[in-house]
């Protein structure tokens, strides 16, 4: 039997059983004995024209005419585009976003741009129309459907409230000296042919304070004035009046006065800034006060808006001036100085710094 042994000596033991020694990490940059390996420099092989002059030559006769062909081709492609008539427009399609948006109107208004091209048509040409002719829309969008079709979406500005509207058409001028004129002439007609009427006329002569008082009524009918006539319709939020839809019973109601003409359809009877700001001080005065508006009256002259609240108090506020600093005010004094237990008939913020109040049936209140 054969045995056969492993020698292990002591030399190979430690190379055996010692730990491997860790890779270097990194290398100090320092070092003597570090050097960044370097790539060899190639020196770069001088370009030899294969093709000489004339093969350069042609390639570049190649390149020109074919960029050529390339814009006369386009050029063609695009007056074949613009003088077709299968990309005109042959219709024009307005979506209602309810049944009071007038939208045959509306596209005879676009009619203009029918058999205008399709493809090359600017957008903003109808922009343009509509905001011009209908500025009661919010929004429009236009789309272009191929091949000859152009289809409008119209979005209305929304209906913030009720308008009464009253107004007095203003009385016929009557000229004073023209009635006398002819006046006088028919009394020389008739003076002519009748003597009795001539010598009446000579002895006892009518002043021209008399005929007026006899004949012409120049006074005013009395001092009230003609009754003024109501109208009624909704506002939207840019301040135009809507006629073609009911009144809303959950909105509030703005009351304008003093009109000297009726107000027409899409009329815009409070500028788009005031009503901004009406819209503005309505919210931030209930916040404040924790009052209800049930209703306004606009006074376009005075610049002022009187906001009439639950127990039919009403508050003058100036649109001319910071509404804030006006409601501010009132609401600093209000509980202080006890106006809630006190039967005011309205409160006036418009003097800076003061806040005038007048109770009810007091001379103020009249």
């Known amino acids: 039997m054969r045995v056969v042994g492993i020698v292990i000596r002591p030399t190979d033991a430690n190379m055996f059983f010692r730990k491997k020694k860790p890779k270097r990490l990194y290398y100090p940059a320092k070092a003597h004995w570090y050097k960044k390996p370097r790539r060899p420099k ?3 092989s001088k370009r030899v024209l294969r093709k000489g002059v004339s093969g350069l030559f042609k390639d570049l006769v190649k390149k020109s005419l074919f960029m050529v062909i390339t814009g006369v081709s386009i050029v063609i492609l695009l007056l074949i585009l613009i003088t077709s008539t299968y990309l005109s427009i042959t219709n024009i399609e307005v979506v209602r976003e309810n049944f009071n948006i007038n939208s045959a109107e509306i596209e005879n208004k676009l009619n203009i741009y029918i058999g205008k091209n399709l493809l090359f048509f600017p957008k903003s040409k109808i922009y343009k129309t509509i905001n011009t002719h209908f500025p009661e829309f919010n929004e429009v969008k236009v789309n272009k459907i191929f091949p000859s ?16 509207a009253y107004y007095v058409l203003p009385e016929p001028v009557v000229v004073v000296e023209e009635s006398f004129t002819e006046l006088n002439k028919a009394i020389e007609e008739l003076s002519g042919t009748d003597p009795n009427l001539a010598l009446l006329d000579i002895n006892n002569p009518l002043s021209d304070e ?25 506002l939207n939020r840019i301040g135009q009046a809507i006629f073609d839809q009911e009144e809303n019973l959950e909105l509030m ?11 027409e359809d899409r009329e815009q009877v409070v500028h788009t800034q005031y009503m901004d700001i009406i819209l503005e001080t309505i919210q931030y005065f209930q916040n404040t006060m924790g009052f209800e508006v049930l209703g306004i009256e606009y006074l376009s002259v005075a610049r002022e808006i009187h906001l009439k609240t639950e127990n039919n108090l009403v508050i003058w506020i100036s649109i001319n001036r910071d509404f804030k600093e006006q409601i501010d005010k009132m609401h600093t004094i209000y509980e202080p100085a006890e106006l809630n237990s006190e039967n005011i008939s309205y409160i006036d913020l418009r003097v800076k710094d003061k806040v005038i109040y007048c109770p009810r049936h007091t001379r103020c209140d009249q």
Do not use: Y
């Open 42 to 44: 190639v020196k770069r």
């Open 149 to 164: 079709i152009v289809k409008i979406q119209l979005t209305s500005h929304p209906i913030v409230a009720n308008l009464r």
């Open 210 to 234: 008399d005929v007026s008082e006899a004949i012409f009524d120049l006074g005013e009918g009395g001092d009230e004035g003609p009754e003024p006539i109501e109208q009624k319709s909704l």
């Open 253 to 263: 109601t703005i009351t304008v006065r003093n009109l000297t003409q009726p107000i």
